[in-house]
């Protein structure tokens, strides 16, 4: 289900963004990269209690939305990003980045240009624990106490970062290559319940949900 539902949300954003980028001639792109993660913290208690270890890079998937401003170098937009990270088949750890990216011309190219920006917003990160089989039907219909436990959390993030965009107008093609660092600066407690906002909230590793990453994201103009 909750692949179904990223799957989900990111046809509906390639859509808009599509979209918009007809209407508005916004630069639109998608596509995916790895992230450095450094998970040591809630490892140790994964291990601790039996479980595998979450792996220490992911693929990351993302797409921007800009909003070119004629005549100046600098432009804005819309982000956003999602990586996942497993332990076998009973462990995972996935995080959503959503947010406005704030972009500046270094140099521009005959047919593109290198940028330094920064992009930052909310994040939000859920961690899922499969404990085995249930042989109680209780284990079932009450997952949070028996076979099946997943908790989330939210915080903010911000990504300083370089980037090398080419554009090739006549085509409609646009190639992005950019990296950078992912901070995560705060993050909230962990909440067990129907929402981020439950009344059950403990406080709970990883400490950082970021790290280095390298994306490239490509428009071929629909």
């Not at 995916?32 to 450094?38: D, V």
Request: proline share 5%; glycine share 14%; charged share 10%.
């Amino acid at each position: 289900m909750r692949k179904i539902f990223h799957l989900l949300l990111a046809w509906l954003l390639l859509c808009a963004s599509s979209t918009l980028a007809q209407e508005f001639q916004i630069n639109s792109s998608q596509g995916a990269g790895w992230i450095l993660l450094e998970l040591d913290d809630v490892n140790a208690q994964l291990r601790q209690a039996g479980f595998p270890a979450l792996t220490g890079g992911a693929q990351i998937y993302g797409g921007s939305s800009t909003f070119p401003q004629q005549d100046l170098p600098w432009r804005w937009g819309f982000t956003g990003m999602f990586w996942n990270s497993k332990g076998g088949e009973s462990v995972s750890l996935d995080a959503s980045f959503f947010g406005l990216v704030l972009d500046w011309t270094l140099r521009p190219l005959s047919a593109g240009r290198i940028s330094s920006g920064v992009t930052g917003g909310v994040n939000l990160a859920q961690l899922t624990v499969r404990k085995g089989l249930a042989f109680d039907f209780q284990d079932v219909i009450h997952p949070n106490q028996g076979q099946f436990s997943q908790v989330q959390k939210w915080g903010v993030w911000m990504t300083p970062y370089l980037q090398y965009e080419l554009s090739v107008l006549d085509s409609d093609f646009l190639l992005r290559a950019w990296g950078g660092y992912l901070f995560t600066p705060w993050l909230s407690t962990w909440a067990q319940g129907p929402g981020f906002f439950g009344s059950i909230g403990f406080d709970g590793p990883p400490s950082n949900l970021g790290g280095p990453f390298f994306m490239l994201e490509l428009s071929f103009g629909l």
